[in-house]
């Protein structure tokens, strides 16, 4: 439907279907869902459509239209059929381990390069100091070497006139290195050739 279209173009969330859009307490909601497919089994490698539940995760989003936005994502784990396991579906739009959307966290940290206060950054995207904090907490400005599982993630940032970002994680330890500006293979290949500890990663998880 054109009006659908429409709605997903303006709200970019991409793969997603849009459930219902409301006011409430001067925020805007959103309640979306990812549309059953086909997943390989991150275990036996089996392709399965089988759910084995739903759960519900409110993440925080950019604002919209000037209101705080909060996504009300419905998601769903599988199950495969063959080996028993369980697992989430995958989204493009909301960085595991995390409680707001990539989009979101490419705002916050592109807001640390303004010169700005911790408390006017947290204000304008309504999150906590803390949760501001953390973030800059996380990305290590200064990153000298490579973790044992390091996880190359892309999203869709729309920063610095670059459509996808790709974000660097100790997956391991669940931090965030370092946001690369896109996602092109020949900078992923610079930016990797400058570590002389390439050969401390034994995992490199892609998604
Ligand atoms: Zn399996």
Redesign the pocket.
Known sequence: MLCENNTLNLLELEGAEIKNVWNEAGMKHISVEIPKKLHC?P????M?DAVHDYRHQKVRDISIYGKLTIIHLRKRRYR?N????RFAETNTFVPRYHQVTSRLVAHLISDFGKVRSASDIAKDHGVSISTTLRYFDLVNYSLKSLPEVLSIDEFKGNAGGEKFQCIITDAKHKKVLDILPNRKSADLIRYFRDFSTRSSVKVVVMI
């Open positions: 089994c275990k036996c490698g089996e399965t495969c063959s080996c028993g396991k």
